[in-house]
């Protein structure tokens, strides 16, 4: 149910243009921790472009990461603090 509200919510959204299409690496390390973006990077599940009109800054299709961020289950595992 809970990922059924967030989609619907994420999808109401991006309709009414409130959300970005992409994401810069600096805003996806923000959101869901440097070392998981790093990770899925180096893993090929997503893919970081720079546009043709930006400078050095590298994107991220935040739908992607969305996507492999709900299906990664190691959000759930322990800090290595708390092991």
Do not use: C
């Not at 472009?49 to 994107?59: P, T």
């Not at 990461?65 to 709900?70: G, I, N, P, S, T």
């Amino acid at each position: 149910m809970l990922d059924a509200v967030s989609k619907g919510t994420d999808e109401a959204l991006y309709a009414a243009n409130a959300l970005p299409d992409t994401l810069t690496k600096a805003q996806a390390y923000g959101i869901y921790g440097r070392s998981n973006v790093d990770r899925w990077i180096q893993e090929g599940l997503i893919h970081p472009v720079k546009k043709q009109n930006s400078s050095s800054k590298k994107f991220i299709d935040r739908l992607k990461l969305e996507a492999v961020a709900r299906a990664s289950n190691r959000t759930t595992y322990l800090p290595v603090a708390d092991r």
